[in-house]
C-alpha cells in the first residue's frame, strides 16, 4: 500500500516547536511532525506562534506530505520528524 493522508488533522507542539499529522499505509497509522524552522523556511514571514505555523502548514501541505511520503519509502518507521534539512 502508499501512505496516504486522509485526515487533515495537524496540532502544533510547543514543547517540541513542530507541527504534528498522521499518514496511513492501509490500517497503520504513521506519525509524522514537521520542524517549526522547516515552516518558516518554506513560508518566509511565517508568523513565530501556533496560528502562523498551522496556517504556513496549511498552504503548503502538498509539499509536505510529498516530502513525508519520500522519507517513508526510504525508511519505513512508525514516527519522523522532518526539519528544514528534508525540504530542498
Same mark, same amino acid.
Given at each position: 500500500? &502508499?501512505? @496516504? %493522508?486522509?485526515?487533515? +488533522?495537524?496540532?502544533? =507542539?510547543?514543547?517540541? !516547536?513542530?507541527?504534528?499529522? $498522521?499518514?496511513?499505509?492501509?490500517?497503520?497509522?504513521i +506519525? %509524522?511532525?514537521v520542524?517549526?524552522?522547516?515552516? +518558516?523556511?518554506?513560508?518566509p514571514?511565517?508568523?513565530? =506562534?501556533?496560528?502562523?505555523?498551522l496556517?504556513?502548514?496549511?498552504?503548503? &501541505?502538498? &509539499?509536505?506530505?510529498? $516530502?513525508?511520503?519520500?522519507?517513508?519509502?526510504?525508511?519505513? !518507521?512508525?514516527?519522523? $520528524?522532518? @526539519?528544514?534539512?528534508?525540504f530542498?
Open positions: 500500500m &502508499s501512505l @496516504t %493522508f486522509p485526515n487533515r +488533522s495537524r496540532s502544533y =507542539d510547543e514543547a517540541g !516547536k513542530r507541527i504534528r499529522f $498522521v499518514g496511513h499505509d492501509g490500517m497503520f497509522q +506519525s %509524522f511532525s520542524a517549526a524552522d522547516a515552516m +518558516s523556511k518554506m513560508q514571514g511565517t508568523a513565530a =506562534d501556533e496560528n502562523g505555523y496556517a504556513a502548514f496549511d498552504t503548503v &501541505s502538498s &509539499s509536505i506530505h510529498e $516530502v513525508a511520503r519520500n522519507a517513508y519509502a526510504r525508511t519505513r !518507521k512508525s514516527i519522523y $520528524v522532518l @526539519t528544514a534539512a528534508d530542498r
